[in-house]
Nanobody, 115 residues
Framework: QVQLVESGGGLVQIGGSLRLSCAAS????????MGWYRQAPGKQRELVAT????????NYADSVKGRFTISRDNAKNTVYLQMNSLKPEDTAIYYC????????WGQGTQVTVSA
């Protein structure tokens, strides 16, 4: 069973940056497209960024395009999310999963953006 462990969240001021990491166990990591999701209080979980298995193609939600960058290191079974120019509306719990969302969800990592 693949397990996902997210880390790197925290409290940051408006305009600041954070780098999230997601470590995945299991041997099938490199074969799957991955994504970062987020869930704000009272809202549904949304997909904010995806990356193909080899890392060559990425896609972003309009709300984060130009500010967030997804990347991966298949040798380390890890996917990253670099977040720059953070806004209060980026406040949420961030999760990683396959692009299909088919794995059991990890605990996520809290990102809070404040003035």
């Amino acid at each position: 069973q693949v397990q996902l462990v997210e880390s790197g969240g925290g409290l940051v001021q408006i305009g600041g940056s954070l780098r999230l990491s997601c470590a995945a166990s299991g041997s099938t990591f490199s074969a799957n497209a991955m994504g970062w999701y987020r869930q704000a209080p009272g809202k549904q979980r949304e997909l904010v960024a995806t990356i193909t298995s080899g890392g060559r193609t990425t896609n972003y939600a309009d709300s984060v395009k130009g500010r967030f960058t997804i990347s991966r290191d298949n040798a380390k079974n890890t996917v990253y999310l670099q977040m720059n120019s953070l806004k209060p509306e980026d406040t949420a719990i961030y999760y990683c999963n396959r692009r299909s969302g088919s794995l059991p969800w990890g605990q996520g990592t809290q990102v809070t953006v404040s003035a």
